[in-house]
């Protein structure tokens, strides 16, 4: 089973339209959460981190379910600038120390 | 905050040849940093993870002694993959943390690696 499970998409989805992601994670002990989004042959850039209690910056709420080991992204409002890759990550947990990444969910903002 | 800069940001080079990424954290110490790898259409695979003074501890399946990597100072890491082939072409990034595990990777702008 993978560690990080996403949908690759890609997600076509009107400008204005509101779209959610999920993501699935095996390990139970990890510890640490994160949306990231890449733009094409970019870096990885921080989007935002994920609690429990759910956080909102903006246009984009996350949220985390530790009991179904679940992460959730929503994006209200879409500009065609939210178009990107959408990265699941996941941190720590039985020693590990770096991220681990989903394959990524491809969004695309269209006109 | 939080700027990582990475070069050089494109290589091109003959199998062979040995090449060095410099990963500098500009605004922050980085108490960790770390290097990843990513290939075409796949996720960023992480290679190791550096702590400022120790040795790196690398990902099970990494070479060592291929890719080197040197993390002197806590603002400064680099990897130097060895002789390298044309299988190592690949996209390289690092990334550069200040604090534990719950805080935030910030990743560099990335090495697109080359070997003819």
């Known amino acids: 089973r993978k560690e990080v499970e996403q949908d690759p998409g890609p997600f076509n989805v009107p400008e204005g339209a509101t779209v959610a992601f999920n993501c699935t994670y095996s390990?139970?002990?990890?510890?640490?959460f994160f949306w990231y989004r890449q733009d094409c042959r970019k870096e990885p850039k921080l989007l935002m981190s994920?609690?429990?209690s759910g956080n909102e910056d903006g246009r984009f709420t996350a949220q985390l379910n530790r009991a179904s080991q679940y992460i959730s992204l929503l994006i209200r409002d879409s500009k065609l600038s939210d178009s990107a890759t959408y990265l699941c990550v996941v941190n720590g947990g039985g020693g590990a120390d770096g991220l681990t990444f989903g394959k990524g969910t491809h969004l695309i903002i269209q006109p | 905050g939080a700027v990582v800069s990475q070069h050089p940001s494109r290589v091109i080079c003959k199998s062979g040849t040995s090449v060095k990424i410099e990963c500098r954290s500009l605004?922050?110490?980085?108490?960790?940093m770390f290097w990843y790898r990513q290939f075409p259409k796949q996720s960023l695979m992480l290679m190791a993870t550096?702590?400022?003074?120790?040795?790196?501890?690398?990902e099970q399946g990494v070479e060592k002694d291929k890719f080197l990597i040197n993390h002197a100072s806590l603002t400064l890491s680099t990897l130097t993959v060895t002789s390298a082939h044309p299988e190592d072409s690949s996209f390289y990034i690092c990334?550069?943390?200040?604090?534990?595990?719950?805080?935030?990777?910030?990743f560099g702008d990335g090495t697109r690696l080359s070997i003819l």
């Open positions: 994920v609690y429990s």
């Open positions: 990334s550069a943390r200040d604090g534990g595990a719950a805080q935030p990777q910030h």
């Open positions: 605004d922050f110490q980085a108490t960790t």
């Open positions: 390990n139970s002990a990890s510890q640490s």
């Open positions: 550096s702590n400022e003074g120790s040795k790196a501890t690398y």
